[in-house]
């Protein structure tokens, strides 16, 4: 059901299929900001009349190069909003920006430790190594040119990844998850610092109600 855009802050969340999709709306409720999820092709246009403050892709069980693998519309990559891909939305934006997405011969699954190699907004004030959880096979192996890498693990040069200039960003980890202690600061510095959100003080009422959604 397609909703009208409303006056206060809004991040949207494209749903490719994964299992933590409504953690993460959850999540961003909890931060006091209205979030809605809607299909993985919604259309630029239709993302303009909602008239969010920003967007983050969620993960998911394909492969970019999966017949039949659901992908975004990649203008809206050229939209102007702020975007967080998250796992597999990290892949999507690295693939249709031009960078290099390959098979792991090593599965990162379970809990790891990303060091951060830079002063990216989406870690301020959280440190310098974080414990994070993992789920996937593929990871990006090439940047999309204008994108610097923000933090590493063990098996990934490129665990998170951004172009604060267009405002893209992508994490390879889920901070959605409890297993990942600090990820609900990753999501705040991405909704306030990046997206410039404001707490949606009426709107928290009906938390309850949205989390049946």
């Not at 404001?198 to 938390?207: A, F, G, K, L």
Request: proline letters at 5%; hydrophobic letters at 35%; a negative charge.
């Amino acid at each position: 059901m397609k909703t009208a855009a409303t006056s206060h802050s809004k991040i949207l969340i494209l749903d490719f299929g994964s299992q933590y999709t409504q953690v993460i709306a959850r999540r961003i409720r909890e931060l006091q900001v209205y979030s809605e999820v809607v299909r993985f092709d919604i259309s630029a246009e239709e993302i303009r009349e909602l008239a969010p403050n920003g967007l983050i892709l969620s993960g998911g069980p394909a492969s970019v190069y999966d017949k039949g693998a659901p992908h975004i519309r990649p203008e809206i990559l050229s939209a102007g909003l702020p975007v967080l891909g998250i796992c597999y939305g990290m892949q999507l934006i690295a693939h249709h920006l031009g960078g290099a997405v390959e098979f792991s011969s090593r599965r990162e699954y379970g809990s790891g430790i990303l060091h951060v190699t830079n002063g990216s907004e989406l870690f301020a004030g959280i440190g310098e190594q974080l414990d994070i959880w993992n789920s996937h096979g593929d990871k990006v192996t090439q940047l999309p040119s204008g994108f610097r890498s923000a933090a590493r693990t063990d098996n990934s040069d490129f665990a998170a990844i951004e172009d604060p200039q267009r405002r893209l960003y992508g994490l390879q980890f889920h901070p959605e998850v409890a297993h990942t202690p600090r990820g609900k600061e990753i999501l705040r510095n991405f909704v306030y610092h990046v997206c410039h959100c404001s707490m949606n003080e009426p709107i928290v009422q009906s938390i309850e109600q949205w989390q049946t959604w």
